[in-house]
C-alpha cells in the first residue's frame, strides 16, 4: 500500500489524507468540486491533487471512494478504465446493498478488486480508526494491510451488499433519531415546554445526555444535511429492496433536505442576525428555524399549494 488515493475530498477525504500523510504515505486525491479550503489543506498535507479520477487512479494500489451516497457508482464507473490490475478499490460511500453491488461489477470488470467499507458511526471523532466494516470477495485480503495503515476494521461477509445492509439499517435509526430530535425539540421550543420534554426523557432514557446529544444533532445535521439526506435515501432504497415501503426512512431524507434547503437559502435568526449559529446550545439553532418556520413554504412551493386545498 505504497500509493493510495482519494476519491472524494471532503470532511472524510481530508481527515483520512491527514492520518495517512502522517505515515508518509503517498497520496493522491480527486474530486469535482475542488475548493480554494480543499486546495489549500491538500498543500499543506503533501496531498497531490489530480486533474481527474483518471489520473488520480492510474497509479494507486489502493483506491478508497468517499464520495456523497448518490454517485456510488458514477465514481466507479469514472475510475474502471485506469484502475491497476488487482488494486484495491475500497468503498465507504453510505449506500444500498444494490448500488455497491453495481459498482463493484463495474471495478471487478475492469480487473481491480472492489471492497465495500461500511463505516459504522461518525468518523470525525474516531478519524482513520472509525470502526468499518468490510464486505465482499477481496474484503479478507485487504482486511490486515488496512489495519496496518491505522484503520479499525474487520470483515463482516465475504458476501457483497452484507457491510452496506448492516450500515444502512442502522441508519434507519441514527438518521431517524437525528431528525425525530430536530422536529420534536423545535416544536417544544415554540410551545415553551423544552424543559419539560427533557426531563420527561431523561427519566424514560436515564443514559442518554439530551442536551448534548441534542446539541450534537442539530449541529450534523446543519452542517452535513445534503449528504445526510442522500444517505437516507439510500437507506430508503434499501428498505425498498427488503420489500418493505420505507415511510420512516423516506420522512427523515425530507427533514435532512429540509434543513440544507435552509442553510442553504441563508437562514435567519429571530433579530434578523444572518446563518446558524453553529451553537453549542440546541435552542439557538431552534430559535433560527422557528424564525424561519415558513420557509419551507418559500423553498418547496408545491407544499404550499397542497397545504391550501
Request: aromatic share 6%; hydrophobic share 50%; with cysteine.
Amino acid at each position: 500500500m505504497l500509493r493510495i488515493t482519494l476519491i472524494g475530498y471532503g470532511e472524510v477525504g481530508r481527515i483520512l489524507a491527514e492520518d495517512l500523510r502522517a505515515q508518509d504515505l503517498a497520496v493522491e486525491a480527486f474530486d469535482l468540486r475542488l475548493s480554494p479550503a480543499m486546495q489549500a489543506h491538500a498543500a499543506q498535507h503533501g496531498v497531490v491533487l489530480a486533474a481527474s479520477a483518471l489520473k488520480a487512479v492510474a497509479a494507486a494500489d489502493l483506491v478508497i471512494s468517499a464520495v456523497t451516497a448518490s454517485q456510488t457508482v458514477a465514481v466507479a464507473r469514472a475510475c474502471a478504465a485506469a484502475l491497476r490490475s488487482a488494486a484495491f478499490f475500497l468503498d465507504l460511500n453510505s449506500a444500498s446493498p444494490g448500488a455497491k453491488q453495481r459498482a463493484a461489477a463495474v471495478v471487478h470488470g475492469a480487473g481491480a478488486r472492489f471492497v465495500e467499507g461500511a463505516v459504522m458511526t461518525s468518523v470525525p471523532p474516531y478519524r482513520s480508526q472509525v470502526p468499518l466494516l468490510l464486505g465482499g470477495p477481496h474484503a479478507e485480503a485487504l482486511l490486515e494491510p488496512l489495519n496496518e495503515l491505522g484503520f479499525r476494521a474487520r470483515v463482516a461477509s465475504t458476501t457483497l451488499g452484507v457491510a452496506s445492509a448492516t450500515k444502512m439499517s442502522r441508519s434507519v435509526m441514527i438518521k431517524g433519531l437525528e431528525a425525530m430530535v430536530i422536529e420534536s425539540f423545535t416544536t417544544a421550543r415554540h410551545y415553551g415546554v423544552e424543559d419539560a420534554l427533557i426531563a420527561s426523557l431523561r427519566e424514560t432514557f436515564p443514559g442518554i445526555e439530551w442536551e448534548k446529544q441534542a446539541a450534537y444533532f442539530f449541529q450534523r445535521v446543519i452542517e452535513h444535511g445534503r449528504r445526510r439526506s442522500e444517505e437516507v435515501r439510500e437507506v430508503a432504497q434499501t428498505v425498498r429492496e427488503a420489500g418493505l415501503e420505507p415511510w420512516s426512512a423516506s420522512g427523515t431524507a425530507e427533514r435532512q433536505a429540509w434543513m440544507a434547503d435552509l442553510a442553504d437559502a441563508g437562514l435567519f435568526g429571530p433579530r434578523g442576525e444572518p446563518g446558524f449559529a453553529r451553537s453549542a446550545d440546541w435552542r439557538v439553532e431552534a430559535d433560527r428555524i422557528l424564525a424561519n418556520a415558513g420557509a419551507d413554504r418559500i423553498l418547496h412551493p408545491t407544499k404550499k399549494a397542497d397545504d391550501e386545498l
